[in-house]
Nanobody
Framework: VQLVESGGGSVQPGGSLRLSCAVQRLPLDFYSIGWFRQAPGKEREGVSFINPGDRSTFYTDSVKGRFTISKDDGKGTVDLKMNNLNPEDPAIYSC????????????????????WGQGTQVTVSS
């Protein structure tokens, strides 16, 4: 099983990026996929996730209205479209998997997720 992140880069404030998570040998029908981020000196933060089945989603408050998570079960990909990026968003973004669905009201902590990849770096600077 392997989850590989891509799409990171450097943008100016207000810019956009689309991150992609390629999920290999893991059925998206049975796993929730999350996007977490960690900036230097800060704790890892759950940004968004999408559930199997009903595709219910969660967004942390600071990204609501700016980020959109989506998935393509056929292609085995989970994307995170990030608009209006600001100086609070730079971090390494990772997409681990959680077996089964998770609560959109009380998302599980990061240690309950498996198959962490190397992540992809997002930088926002003028």
């Amino acid at each position: 099983v392997q989850l590989v992140e891509s799409g990171g880069g450097s943008v100016q404030p207000g810019g956009s990026l689309r991150l992609s998570c390629a999920v290999q040998r893991l059925p998206l029908d049975f796993y929730s996929i999350g996007w977490f981020r960690q900036a230097p000196g800060k704790e890892r933060e759950g940004v968004s996730f999408i559930n199997p089945g009903d595709r219910s989603t969660f967004y942390t408050d600071s990204v609501k209205g700016r980020f959109t998570i989506s998935k393509d079960d056929g292609k085995g990909t989970v994307d995170l479209k990030m608009n209006n990026l600001n100086p609070e968003d730079p971090a390494i973004y990772s997409c681990p998997a959680h077996p089964g669905g998770v609560s959109v009201s009380w998302p599980p902590p990061s240690h309950e997720y498996d198959f962490w990849g190397q992540g992809t770096q997002v930088t926002v600077s003028s």
